[in-house]
């Protein structure tokens, strides 16, 4: 029987009110896929429907804790829960705590991005349990236990089948490896595969990859000359066992390739071989990741003269100079990513040219910039999303008219996410002090205009930050979800600023003095 009247508990009658929009399941369960991990936490504590609906998404991506940082009491509330919504996991990161990985893994059935941090028997029902659904896997062991060790010790035990333990290990991920169907993103490091049968099958599986990441130990060995790696797009090699010829032999097998990282620290890559290569096959590589190595600038520049489709160039702490950033201003159109820390080569004269030729710049990453070429140039990269330069030096103004206008220059770049302005280089060679200091007196409040920055690094600056400034960043900027450098060199002050920071911005991550670090280059579709 239908009513058109309900009783609340103090008896009295009124007119039912609609279910808001919001409380319907079926919206919630559309939106929720839209918003980020931190959203959906602060979401949950809204009402119980909201609880109900929204939950299982905060599973989607989940991080094991370190063994050294696991506690068995407070884990037992988060085991159980993850068993109950282990279904919903796309992303989980093991880390090394396989303790726990082995608990939730037969519940996990939806798995698509797996990292593994620890080369051991006990990985192996999580990648058999989802070979239908991984679509990216790392395997990258912590290098603090790499398996050298790990398998030397277990050269004393033997199977019932009489085998090392370490081969069986192999040939057991190998296997694993090479069943799973969806897979099309792999990085692998320390596995050790040598022999031709290994090399045989582990090649032909990765016939069917998109990207490839080989680190160290994990292939020693050619691929059979006789494949082609149509679908591979990315490849990299970091610091990696196979001889420069047989990596060298790989690129050429793989006529789609647009993405290489190839690293090998303190050591000579034949990097001019890649131009004429791209040249003579007609193929466009649009990123390049050669950092740490010692080929020389004539070598590079040669190189880059011959990918002119190139969009990201990473060269940190290598001999890059004058000749290859000649070269990069021919792409001054199309280049998108500049990395030069630590390029002992590259003055700020270089840097200031960048910014005021390349248009289509989204991010740059560099040592110096002088604080006079800062005020006088015309910067016309107005797309660039990250920016991450110590500005350095004095200008013929007055020190007050020089920081507000250095401001005012950097608050032209309205699409930055990410501003780092306060180290120089990732390594000690530079040690110079930025000349600016953060002070809405000094001309912080010019800054206002970035209001899509999400990430703010101010380590090694001079500042006497203040609940004025925090205000200020906290309103001007919404989306700022990070911080780096201490807030007061007083603790007692630095702990009350952070728990202002933290109960007005829940989520918000502050971080002391760690170094800006690109991480290593790795494309996905």
């Given amino acids: 029987m239908n009513t058109d009247t309900t009783i609340d508990i103090t008896g009295d009658t009124k ?38 609906c929204l939950t299982p998404f905060l599973f989607q991506r ?8 696991f506690d068995k009491r407070a884990s ?43 080369i051991a028997a006990d990985v192996l029902p999580i990648l058999r349990g989802c070979k239908d659904t991984l679509r990216r896997l790392e395997f990258t062991p912590n290098q603090t236990l790499r398996p ?20 069986q290990l192999t040939k057991d991920i190998l296997d694993a490896i090479t069943n799973m169907s969806c897979l099309e993103h792999l990085i692998l490091d320390y596995l050790g595969l040598k022999n031709q049968d290994q090399l045989v099958q582990f090649f032909g599986f990765c016939q069917q990859l998109v990207s490839l990441e ?13 494949l082609l790696f149509k679908r591979m797009e990315s490849v990299s090699f970091v610091d990696c066992g196979m001889n420069l010829s047989d990596q060298m032999m790989f690129l050429v097998q793989c006529p789609s390739l647009k993405h290489i ?18 040249t003579m096959s007609k ?43 000649s070269a990069v201003d021919r792409l001054k159109e199309t280049v998108e990513v500049i990395d030069l820390v630590d390029c002992a080569q590259v003055t700020p004269e270089m840097v200031n040219h960048i910014l005021s030729t390349c248009t289509a710049l989204r991010s740059l990453s560099a040592d110096r910039l002088w604080a006079m070429d800062v005020i006088d140039s015309q910067w016309v990269c107005h797309e660039l999303q990250e920016f991450c330069v110590v500005i350095l030096g004095h200008s013929v103004l007055p020190k007050y008219e020089t920081q507000h206008a250095i401001y005012t220059q950097i608050a032209k770049l309205r699409k930055l996410r990410l501003l780092n302005l306060g180290r120089s280089g990732a390594t000690p060679n530079w040690s110079g002090k930025s000349c600016l200091d953060l002070g809405l007196a000094n001309g912080l409040g010019q800054l206002s205009a970035l209001d899509q920055l999400e990430e703010f690094d101010f380590c090694q600056m ?18 700022l979800e990070a911080m780096h450098g201490y807030l007061s060199l007083d603790q007692d002050r630095d702990a009350f600023l952070a728990s202002f920071l933290k109960n007005s911005r829940p989520g918000i991550k502050l971080k002391h003095n760690l170094r800006y670090r690109r991480p290593t280059t790795r494309w996905e579709a």
């Fill in 76 to 118: 037992r509330p988060m085991i159980p829960a993850m068993r109950r919504y282990g279904g919903q996991i796309q992303t989980l990161i093991c880390g090394d705590n396989n303790a726990v990985l082995t608990q939730i893994t037969p519940d996990c059935t939806a798995v698509e991005t797996l990292v593994l941090g620890k």
């Fill in 462 to 479: 001079r500042h006497k930050l203040g609940m004025g400034e925090l205000k200020f960043m906290l309103k001007s900027w919404p989306k």
């Fill in 15 to 52: 007119s039912p009110q609609s279910l808001h929009p919001l409380l319907l399941p079926e919206i919630l369960l559309l939106v929720a896929p839209l918003l980020s991990q931190t959203s959906i936490y602060h979401c949950v504590l809204v009402c119980r429907t909201w609880n109900a």
């Fill in 283 to 325: 193929r466009e590589l649009e990123s390049l990741d050669i950092s740490n190595g010692i080929m020389a600038d004539d070598n590079i520049a040669l190189t880059l003269n011959k990918l002119p489709c190139l969009t990201s160039l990473v060269a940190r702490a290598s001999l890059v100079g004058p000749h290859s950033l």
């Fill in 214 to 226: 080989l680190h160290n130990t994990a292939v020693i060995g050619a691929s059979p000359a006789n």
């Fill in 148 to 167: 050298q060790t790990l398998l030397a010790s277990a050269m004393s035990s033997w199977n019932a089948r009489g085998m090392p333990l370490g081969v």
């Fill in 261 to 278: 990282t190839w690293i090998r620290v303190g050591h000579m890559i034949p990097i001019e071989m890649l131009g004429p290569l791209w």
């Fill in 62 to 69: 989940v991080t094991l804790p370190s063994p050294r940082r």
